[in-house]
């Protein structure tokens, strides 16, 4: 199965700065359709995941253009411009290239 | 409004059987292929399965491969996950979600706890 590896596992933000987090797998998330399945999940506490960036940099409906996603191959990485408060909690990368599906291992974000 | 909504979860003992179902709204059911992730206590997300739009294919998780089963039913817009001889490690939140091409959208989700 594809390995996915998030790094740092635990981000402290001053609230207005930027957060960058980076996720490699273990081998190319090109599809054979030519598509990269890559995406970036967002968890607040207690709450359901929710989708913030899919095929490695489209943001999902309603995210806001803070968040940006880049990379190719087996290297990603997800920016936050001007963090928020609501911004707080944890970040799975995720791919969906091959089955079974495999997440990263999360990364928390925390304001300073 | 998209909508997905699980039920089912609950208390069960180990050794037990259990269904969990997802009713989807707002979209049409039958065009999306769907699939079920789950997250135990405090921990991170596993994927569980995925069927295909037509029910055709079907993919596990080896760690719930021969005791699970994804169906679905696109004339009551519900998807399913039959579980069996579950575990204490099967203890999770279980959330429905769909897929279209990468773009997913979960819901809410339903706790199960498998204890004695």
């Known amino acids: 199965e594809i390995v996915m590896t998030q790094t740092p596992l635990s981000s402290p933000v001053t609230l207005g700065q930027s957060a960058s987090i980076s996720c490699r797998s273990s081998q190319s998330l090109v599809h054979s359709d030519g598509n990269t399945f890559l995406s970036w999940l967002h968890q607040r506490p207690g709450q359901p995941p929710r989708l913030l960036i899919y095929k490695i940099s489209n943001r999902f409906s309603g995210v806001p253009d803070r968040f940006s996603g880049s990379g190719a191959g087996t290297d990603f990485t997800l920016k936050i411009n001007r963090v928020e408060a609501e911004d707080v909690g944890v970040y799975y990368c995720?791919?969906?290239?091959?089955?079974?599906?495999?997440f990263g291992q999360g990364t928390k974000v925390e304001i300073k | 409004e998209v909508q997905l909504v699980e039920s089912g979860g609950g208390l069960v003992k180990p050794g037990g059987s259990l269904r969990v179902s997802c009713a989807g709204s707002g979209f049409t059911f039958s065009t999306y292929s769907m699939f079920w992730l789950r997250q135990a206590p405090g921990k991170g997300l596993e994927w569980v399965s995925r069927?295909?739009?037509?029910?055709?294919?079907?993919h596990y998780a080896d760690s719930v491969k021969g005791r699970f089963t994804i169906s679905r039913d696109n004339a009551k817009n519900s998807l399913y996950l039959e579980m069996n001889s579950l575990r204490v490690d099967d203890t999770a939140v279980y959330y429905c979600?769909?897929?279209?091409?990468?773009?997913?959208?979960w819901g809410q989700g339903t706790l199960v706890t498998v204890s004695s």
């Open positions: 979600g769909r897929d279209w091409f990468g773009e997913f959208y």
């Open positions: 069927i295909s739009p037509d029910g055709d294919y079907l």
């Open positions: 995720m791919q969906a290239a091959e089955f079974p599906w495999t």
